[in-house]
């Protein structure tokens, strides 16, 4: 496209060369993009700019500065608010894709890969845009749902593909900031309401208030809603178009086993293969989406025990009673350990946690609370550190734990994590809690290689020698 045609909307300009795509960041901008230099979380593009060029960008699109730098820097005022109609403009299939937004405060990115999967065993050919990434797509995202131009280029390409559905895990933040503004999102899905965020929305109504504008949309043709929410009444009451709810006690019956659960829905008896009564509620937001979408009972149902959860969502080791999980809120935490007591009734259960620096810290007392009468041992551990003192983080975990409460503290995770699976007991269960999928830790403005699930097995190894060596000098 002609950066003129691109421009014509906004604003008036004498230049002529193409460009292939716009890039609110360096780190996926593609040769030939247009670089559009906003305030950022961290910074300002402007400061960007020559990283932007080095890696080919043919323009720069800046507010109201004056830049000069090795190729055109084209002034618009109030240049934000420009983001949609320059993402319509250029990738202009985007709105033909047919979104589904998943949102809540946990249970987004299981919902949207069950979502994702059945339509997918269903032949239909479906996208996934969320805390994992972007998938048939190299692009990567540092969020849960991207920026608006992340956003657009990936649906634009979806449907160049053929994919004419997407799945979206929309986030609070991505509300806030009008991230998904024009798009084509048909139906809108609640997991659950809890606290967090509060860093960023300074109470939980005003995170409440950007939840509820997804389903608020005018697009929407059906919402999804939990019943057993506490929250339920105000997404039922903020939404006027039509709406299936879903509850636990849609199963007409539930065993707990040591791997998930047998259960029944709609008078089909099958398997859950994954542990916590959260997970089946998950379920149940993927089959009562489908359903709304226009599949039946029988076409459903029969697929719902070949689910798989996602990566870092109570993902289970193998070998021993390990469990990685992403949960990093008050609510996210208690869930797992309640269901590892649930499936492993005569087990203790130990934890190692921490908790993310520069985030809400008013979480962080409570999450500690909820661990200690809950778990039967508590590792203490940085989780992302990010600028703030690893200690400092801990201190405030610990303040909401009864001093009486033994605590075991180790600031280095990769040592907590293979102390834990080194001295972990025969009849215990070990729940790995806060970074799940993630496979980088962030100390002190530095990002390191670090992946939970890569300790595991590495300690799981040395414990394997360990044991060898002793049972050699008996």
Known sequence: MNISQLLSNIVNTQFDFDVTGLSLNTQTL????????????????????DQAIDKGCVAVLVDSQTVECRVPAIRIDQLSSHLPILANTFYSQATQVDIIGVTGTNGKTSVAHFISQLLNKLEVKTGLIGTLGISDNSQQSNHTTPDILTLYRALDEYANKGINTAVLEVSSHALAQDRIQGLNITQAVLTNFSQDHLDYHQTLAQYQAEKLKLFQLDSLKNVILNKDDASFANFQSASSTSQITYSIDDFDDIKTTEYGFITQLDGFVFEVPFLGEFNLMNVLAAYNTLKARGFSALQVAPLLHQLNPPPGRMQKNAQQLIWID???TPDAI???IITLQNHYPAHKIRVVFGCGGDRDKSKRAKMGKITSKLADTIILTNDNPRSENPQAIIDDILSGIDDSYEVIINENRQIAIENAVITLAEEECLLIAGKGHETTQILNHETLKSNDNDMVLAAIIEAARLKKIKNKQR
């Open 30 to 49: 593609q040769e030939g993009d247009v670089f559009v230099a906003l305030q950022g979380a961290k910074g300002h593009g402007i400061d960007y700019i």
């Open 326 to 328: 992403y949960a990093h």
């Open 334 to 336: 208690e869930q797992a």
